[in-house]
């Protein structure tokens, strides 16, 4: 199941039946929101912050007073929520927006997030008779800025199959990959990744630094090599430059999805030795204060460390 392109327009139903609700119009939901508003969708939102508001409002779309309001003015409805407590009070907690849900809508939940809360979210909205799917999204803010992102799309083929003209606004890549919940499995896997890779980037570049290499050359040599990654070739010159004060992915967002990660392989008795060791070095990033700053900031905890290391064996003046 693959996309037929970003500049369709709007499919019949879609303009004769109703608005596409985003809930949550942060970093990537508000991006949902401005692409599906380019492509001809009107478009219902709402976001406890109001600056995030005002830039919907004013990109052309109709905001509303409460997520239960952009429910009961869509028929589909993406909720992109960036954590864990913000998905429950808005779908679980009483007078959720789960409880307004009716026949014939359809939720796409696109977060990293507990599948246990999925699942619950999906029990309360399918007792109103409308469907959810599980869609997380895989890459980073600029990714999503230039509809690149990759979906991992679970549930019923059905109810993938008529999300697709709203996926397609987005990502240039929508898989379908199984029963509810196989996307979040899936996504897992794949920020296990991601979070080995990124702390891998870190120290082989902090070990070329001590070996008093030129960082660029590194880079460049490596990223062109067999041991490059997509990591590598993308937080790399992040690292090297310094660059964390604009952040594609924050640390404190990702240690919530590291926190997930580790939840799933502890219950699947799941051996993770590369993972708990990078997991450490997350860690310490953000009691040093990074929390703000984008992921590829571990590079600045370990070349400080491995740099008092260093200044630590050599002989005082």
């Known amino acids: 199941m693959q996309p037929t392109g970003h500049d369709a327009a709007p499919s019949g139903f879609y303009r004769d039946h109703g608005a596409i609700g985003v809930i949550g119009l942060g ?11 380019d492509a001809g969708f009107r478009v219902a939102g709402y976001d406890v912050a109001p600056q995030r508001l005002h830039v919907f409002r004013k990109a052309g779309g109709s905001v509303c007073a409460s997520a239960a309001e952009v429910v009961a003015a869509s028929e589909v409805i993406i909720v992109a929520l960036a954590s864990a407590p913000a998905f429950r009070s808005v779908m679980l907690d009483e007078g959720n927006a789960a409880c307004q849900a009716r026949a014939g809508q359809l939720f796409i939940e696109t977060g990293t997030l507990p599948i246990e809360l999925k699942e619950q979210a999906r029990a309360r909205v399918e007792c109103q008779g409308a469907q959810m799917i599980d869609a997380p999204v895989t890459g980073t803010r600029i990714h999503a ?6 979906i991992y799309a679970s549930g019923t083929e059905a109810a993938v199959r008529h999300a697709m003209p709203v996926l397609e606004t987005f990502a240039s890549n929508i898989r379908y990959v199984g029963p509810f919940g196989y996307g979040m499995k899936l996504k897992m896997i794949t920020n296990h990744l991601v979070a080995v890779h990124n702390v891998a980037t870190a120290e082989a570049l902090s070990l070329a630094f ?4 030129d960082l ?3 880079h460049e040599l490596i990223a062109d090599g067999p041991a490059s990654s997509g990591i590598f070739s ?3 010159p992040l690292m090297i430059e310094g660059r964390y004060d604009t952040p594609t992915m924050r640390l404190d ?9 580790n939840a799933y392989a502890r219950e699947l008795h799941a051996r993770t030795p590369l ?3 990078g997991a450490a070095v997350y860690r310490s990033a953000l009691v040093q204060g990074n929390a703000s700053e984008d992921v590829s900031a571990v590079f600045r905890v370990l070349s400080q460390a491995e740099t008092t290391a260093l200044s630590d064996t050599q002989d005082p003046p």
């Not at 970093?27 to 508003?37: D, P, Q």
């Not at 967002?253 to 990660?261: A, E, H, M, R």
């Open 253 to 261: 967002v990702f240690q919530k999805d590291l926190d997930i990660i």
């Open 210 to 213: 001590l070996a008093g290499l």
């Open 216 to 218: 660029r050359l590194v």
């Open 234 to 236: 993308f937080r790399g």
């Open 275 to 277: 993972f708990d060791a």
């Open 27 to 37: 970093i990537m939901g508000g991006l949902y929101a401005r692409h599906l508003l």
């Open 145 to 150: 800025e230039r509809r690149e992102l990759i």
